[in-house]
């Protein structure tokens, strides 16, 4: 795994040296991403740069030193993630007479851009990345994404902001992290107020928006040409992202060509598809292991390592005191069983709290899923002995795992059939202004639910945290995105499919992918996502849906394939989350602390948000009236990362 960053001057800014001493400057940000080595490279005006940060796992000799450029030299390559089939890629590269100096990945894409040019190349590969490829004879810079999200990618052209440089000298800057473009003297620091409203409903910042109004997330399976010689003045002068793979196009033809055999076929084939997947992941020229929580997912991963392994592998758990929050011993047994080399540690609730400081440089921007904080502390506990972990993360996506699509499907067909419904909802909203704290939100929810005129808005409005009438942030507006765009939606004729894709292109690129991103990269570890390899999707949503969910039970099919390595009575038990007490912490040890940022004068001095629900909130939680800890982690951690980036 590693970072990069580098920028396009579409005017001449400053000297070649100076911007060399910019270059690493801004890669110098990424050193926790990519601590083993260090790399740039600039055209002769220094107009253009490349810079890398690299976490050596293929290949750890300097062969792999990256910027790479290509054998023919026409295109340079900075790029962050791997490619699993660069073996069988590399194979077809030598029958076509290609030679290669070393054995990295990085090598094997140059190679091929020669050969095949990018496009081709990249449809060829079957892997997690973000790349920056200069292409010297066009003249132009291509970014790209992996299919499903796994790896960042930010942009933004900027001509103004923070920087020196006149209207004309207007800069393109782009990175694995926002912290790297916050170092180059034309960033502009503009807050995207309708981010951050769409923040504080989501806890994420939803693509392609960033918390900057000049920056934005490159969506998965994209990519973006930007030519030198073309003059932008503005972000919005920057051409569209072209869609090179598409999930929705992809869900849909499987769904419209279904497997065409039997669940017993259906169980060997998702096997073989998710051994293949996790083989290739275990490819790594430095020590590899496996998140273990015990559940489904985690679960299956190990058991298909431990299958292909001649040795013990290495997992990895951490425990919490709590029991709510621990699935400590269901790891255990899942590792004894399988015969893994487990590393168990219990965390303390102070250990668990010291992360909190930690969490807006690592995240970047505004992020508060607590969950977060576990992943971290198992990340930290796993680099202690490897540089590579695979972890589970997608199934719950791909087959249909979450509790909240039972506890909401039957919530749609209960109100689906109430007479004069949204009527009723209209009156419910009447009463509620004459209420005040938790019996206003209270009756405002049930309004909006029961006001739904489709299965979609059911879903919509119940994930939220801070519903758009909250008017909370002040002199917003709400930004665009996939979530409430339902005519971006896949179509199905099941409500739950619906909501999976929705969540497969939203809430696990932005949410889960970017905590394991960010968590794991925070301690240089490597982590890969076998389960949602783009083969192993496009399987899974050729598979009726009552392979996957039937009644209040999900994932049915990979726990039919999980049966053959681990006994039912091992996994068969209820989900749990997780997740650390943050509701309890709240009203104790971090009382102090989230007082300071919830003062209301502090708040109406920032100018951003309306401080009188945020107070009601606060005052309830205390009084224990109500929990609103999920409310009021997500304003914390805003009023965190203001304070981390002024």
Request: net charge negative; hydrophobic share 35%; glycine share 6%.
């Amino acid at each position: 795994m590693c970072g990069f960053a580098g920028f396009l001057e579409f005017a001449p800014a400053r000297s070649h040296a100076e911007s060399t001493r910019l270059i690493d400057q801004m890669t110098n940000r990424l050193t926790h991403r990519g601590p083993d080595d260090h790399g740039r490279w600039l055209n002769e005006p220094g107009t253009v740069a490349l810079g890398h940060r690299r976490l050596s796992i293929l290949d750890t000799s300097q062969h792999g030193h990256q910027p790479m450029t290509s054998p023919c030299g026409r295109f340079v390559l900075a790029y962050n993630g791997e490619v699993y089939n660069h073996v069988e890629l590399r194979r077809k590269l030598l029958q076509n007479g290609a030679s290669f100096r070393g054995q990295s990945d990085t090598e094997t894409l140059v190679t091929a851009f020669s050969s095949w040019g990018i496009a081709r190349t990249i449809e060829r590969c079957t892997g997690m990345f973000a790349m920056a490829v200069w292409d010297r004879h066009q003249q132009s810079l291509t970014l790209i994404r992996d299919r499903l999200g796994i790896k960042p990618l930010y942009y933004g052209l900027t001509s103004g902001g923070q920087s020196r440089c006149s209207q004309s000298d207007g800069s393109l800057l782009f990175g694995s992290e926002l912290k790297a473009l916050r170092v180059h003297p034309a960033f502009d620091a503009t807050l995207n107020r309708g981010a951050v409203s769409r923040f504080l409903q989501h806890s994420y910042v939803p693509t392609p928006h960033t918390i900057y109004s000049s920056f934005r997330k490159l969506p998965p399976g994209t990519s973006l040409t930007i030519s030198l010689s073309r003059k932008l003045m503005s972000s919005s002068d920057l051409p569209n992202p072209q869609v090179w793979w598409d999930a929705r196009a992809v869900a849909q033809h499987s769904l419209s060509h279904p497997f065409a055999d039997s669940r017993e076929a259906a169980i060997e084939q998702l096997d073989e598809s998710l051994t293949d997947a996790v083989g290739l992941r275990m490819l790594s020229d430095v020590p590899l292991g496996a998140f273990l929580s015990g559940g489904i997912d985690s679960s299956l991963v190990c058991a298909l390592m431990q299958k292909q392994s001649d040795r013990p592998i290495q997992t990895f758990t951490i425990g919490f005191d709590e029991a709510g929050y621990n699935e400590a011993n269901h790891a255990q047994q899942i590792a004894k069983h399988l015969g893994t080399d487990h590393t168990e540690y219990y965390v303390t609730s102070d250990e668990a709290r010291d992360v909190i400081p930690k969490l807006p440089a690592m995240y970047d921007e505004p992020f508060a899923d607590s969950s977060q904080i576990p992943t971290f502390l198992v990340s930290q506990l796993a680099r202690k002995r490897v540089t590579v972990a695979l972890s589970g993360d997608g199934g719950d996506e791909l087959f249909g795992g979450y509790n909240r699509y039972f506890h909401l499907r039957d919530r749609w067909r209960q109100i689906n059939h109430v007479p004069g419904r949204q009527l009723i909802a209209k009156l419910l909203t009447i009463p509620s202004h004459n209420l005040s704290g938790r019996w206003q939100d209270r009756f405002l929810y049930r309004a909006n639910l029961l006001g739904t005129n489709s299965a979609r808005s059911l879903y919509q409005h119940a994930n939220l945290h801070w519903s758009p009438e909250n008017d909370l942030v002040l002199n917003s507006d709400n930004a665009d995105t996939t979530y409430w765009n339902q005519n971006a939606w896949l179509p199905s004729q099941n409500e739950i499919e619906e909501w999976m894709w929705l969540d497969s292109v939203t809430y696990l690129p932005d949410d889960i992918l970017t905590k394991v991103d960010r968590a794991s990269m925070a301690v240089s570890l490597e982590v890969r996502v076998p389960v949602i390899d783009h083969r192993v999707f496009e399987l899974a949503w050729s598979f009726p849906f009552e392979w996957k969910v039937s009644g209040n039970a999900g994932k049915l099919i990979l726990q039919d394939v999980l049966s053959r390595y681990v006994p039912r009575a091992m996994f068969d038990r209820p989900k749990m989350g997780f997740g650390v007490p943050i509701d309890v912490w709240l009203r104790g040890p971090l009382r102090d602390w989230a007082e300071t940022l919830l003062d209301e004068r502090r708040l109406r001095d920032q100018g951003l948000l309306n401080p009188e629900p945020i107070r009601r909130k606060w005052d309830e939680h205390l009084a224990g009236t109500t929990d609103w800890h999920y409310h009021l982690w997500d304003v914390l951690m805003l009023q965190a990362w203001l304070d981390a980036n002024p």
